[in-house]
């Protein structure tokens, strides 16, 4: 369990452990130790679960047989004495089990006493506050996240001259910004997504190569405005900066592909003299650099299903006039950025799936450098490759379709639709501000929920043509400000005399907090919240190979889920009642919780750079 802010669920799970292994290990009454119970010890790892008919944590079906035969061949034992070992050491409010059964299923299951996990939890969430979810007891290795330039055009070494390097040629051009499609769009959204979230995870993260085309602020009254800002919302901060240190790496990353004599093919196609090639610096100055990757991959078996693709074979670094090719630049632009650092480091490469072939090759030529020693570093790479997004007019299927267009619809359906809502109060620079907001946080969700492996199939609907305009995104925006607001309307209750101010946390009787979907919305949500964001930003290596699997899409789904759920319970239970003296401690109890939920949906949408509205 990662971070102080797991601190709760973590007890709950390890403690419901503990028990297991005590009851399990209790030795008979002839003083041996039942063997076969012990074997079952090291397995008894509890989960959360989403029935609660039987139970709120479960373990595996083994635990379960294991104490029921305890149970049945031990005079004078009972599955109720599972829960007399958490008694003696722990005080009152560490008490976390009430109840313990087996469910049909044969499963171990553990009933929770939710005063006290009402209490322990919402006074972690309110302590924590924005830090809810983050991992602070430890520094994970640095990361840093590469995303290729979106045409892959040759790079003249010419560039590479002077005391900058010019950026437009590894990354997207300012000017195509008009251009960018959906699909390029969804990558740079997920790229932006996963520094978020390894950041959260504890990992120092810097990202080459993603927004450095986007930096340059455009005005609000610019048709761009809009998708500039949509990309930027990410860009927590500036990324690295090409000095005249990597002039000189230029340089340095050609001497070291100089030094590969197994692999470096020459103009006649023989592999050279290391010691021919040492003879300059600049061996390979204005002259073609072909690296032979399949020998590489021959040799350590890194290709094939999970690793590189078979048909990778030669990798062109520079042509016959010394220019660097598209797949050199993106070689070069690892290599400069793995050599400046000197402590463990990995790069994740995001990339689309029609572009995957050309990141490979850069990868191989940089997993050679490393082999060969010819760097003084090692890099762990890893590849996530993005599918594509399908796009449809009405139904229709078109071709093409830019990251402007799709804004330029959200925007207009969200406008529309807050006119209709709120109508005299809609209107001016407000309206503006709370579309933008709202159609920001559709697009992404609409991005990003998704698998990255999946398609995004997106409809967009004519402005003449009446559209479904109930979208994730602005479903939690919305619930998120009735949330909001719900703290205003307090506030200002408060002032005028109609409520008492919410008591210190430790003084609410969270008792009274009977009802299920309560407990829900705390257990399923408010103390799953850093178990979600720890899987989310786990890295997760397919077989032997460099692919990933991650979680980007848990955040989004987990939104939604929360919002559904909230709303549910928000449009049943009626929090601020009747001002009477004897329903106070209820409503205190029920705002402690509200708050809490309110939390977590902030903390988990500036996971995804989404501002939330503050009020309808």
């Known amino acids: 369990c990662a971070g102080n802010s797991m601190a709760v669920l973590a007890a709950i799970l390890a403690r419901a452990s503990e028990l297991a292994a005590a009851f399990l290990c209790q030795h008979s009454d ?5 063997q076969g119970a012990q074997a079952h010890v090291g397995r008894a790892v509890f989960r959360p679960t989403k029935n ?31 829960l007399k070992y958490q008694e003696t050491p722990y005080e009152e409010s560490e008490i976390y089990f009430q109840k313990v059964t087996l469910n049909p299923q044969g499963q171990l299951c553990l009933s929770l006493h939710w005063p006290v996990v009402f209490a322990k939890g919402i006074g972690e969430v309110i302590d924590l506050g924005v830090k809810y979810g983050f991992t602070t007891d430890k520094v994970m290795e640095p990361v840093f996240v590469a995303v290729p330039q979106s045409d892959l055009r040759p790079l003249p070494r010419s560039a590479c001259k002077g005391a900058t390097l010019d950026a437009s040629g590894l990354d997207c051009p300012s000017g195509t910004l008009a251009s960018l499609s959906v699909a390029e769009g969804r990558v740079l959204l997920l790229a932006g997504l996963l520094l978020r979230l390894l950041k959260t995870a504890g990992h120092s993260v810097q990202h080459l190569t993603t927004f450095d085309s986007y930096q340059e602020a455009l005005s609000p009254d610019s048709p761009l405005y809009p998708v500039w800002h949509l990309l930027n919302t990410f860009s927590t901060e500036p990324p690295p900066v090409c000095s005249s240190a990597a002039t000189a790496s230029v340089e340095q990353f050609l001497s070291s592909l100089s030094a590969l004599p197994l692999y470096l093919i020459s103009p006649d196609g023989e592999c050279r003299d290391r010691a021919q090639l040492a003879e300059t610096a600049t061996a390979l ?26 048909n990778i074979h030669r990798v062109q ?52 450098l490393s082999k060969e020693k010819a760097v003084p570093w090692t890099c762990e790479q890893h590849l996530l490759v993005v599918s594509g997004v399908e796009c449809s007019v009405d139904g ?122 309560e407990w829900q919305l705390l257990f399923h949500y408010v103390l799953q919240y850093p178990l979600l964001i720890r899987e989310a930003a786990g890295l997760k290596r ?15 789904l987990f939104l939604t889920k929360l919002s559904h759920a909230f709303s549910s319970y928000y449009s049943r239970v009626k929090v601020l009642m009747t001002p009477e003296p004897h329903l106070f401690p209820l409503i205190h109890a029920r705002l402690c919780l509200m708050a809490a939920v309110k939390q977590v949906m902030y903390n988990a949408l500036a996971v995804l750079a989404i501002e939330p509205l503050e009020q309808l």
């Open 30 to 34: 002839s003083d041996v130790a039942d």
């Open 285 to 310: 100055s204005g002259q073609e650099a072909v690296v032979d990757a399949k020998k590489f991959l021959k040799s350590t078996g890194l290709s094939g299903r999970g690793g590189y693709d078979r």
């Open 542 to 556: 397919t077989g032997i190979g460099i692919h990933l699997e991650v979680g980007l899409k848990q955040v989004c």
């Open 52 to 82: 609660l008919q039987y139970g709120d944590v479960f373990a595996s079906k083994a635990i379960g047989t294991a104490v029921a035969q305890k149970v049945q061949t031990e005079a004078g034992s009972k599955i109720e004495d599972f």
């Open 396 to 517: 229709n299927a078109v071709k093409t379709c830019t990251l402007v267009e799709l804004i330029r619809v959200r925007l207009s359906q969200m406008t529309k639709a807050y006119v209709i809502k709120y109508r005299e109060k809609a209107k001016g620079l407000h309206l503006q501000q709370i579309a933008l907001k709202m159609a920001e946080a559709v697009v992404k969700f609409e991005l990003l929920s998704a698998n990255p492996k999946a398609t995004v199939k997106i409809n967009l609907p004519n402005m003449e043509t009446e559209a479904d305009i109930r979208f994730d995104g602005a479903f939690v925006l919305y619930n998120y400000a009735r949330l909001a607001t719900l703290f205003i309307n307090f506030s200002k209750a408060c002032e005028r005399g109609v409520y008492p101010p919410l008591p210190d946390v430790k003084d609410i009787d969270f008792s009274l907090l009977s009802d299920k979907e």
């Open 317 to 368: 670094i520079t042509d016959k006039r010394g220019t660097m090719t598209p797949v050199g630049a993106l070689a070069f632009e690892v290599y400069r950025i793995a050599n400046s650092q000197t402590e463990g480091r990995a790069i994740i490469h995001i990339a689309q799936q029609q572009k995957s072939f050309a990141v490979q090759q850069a990868m191989v030529v940089t997993d050679i």
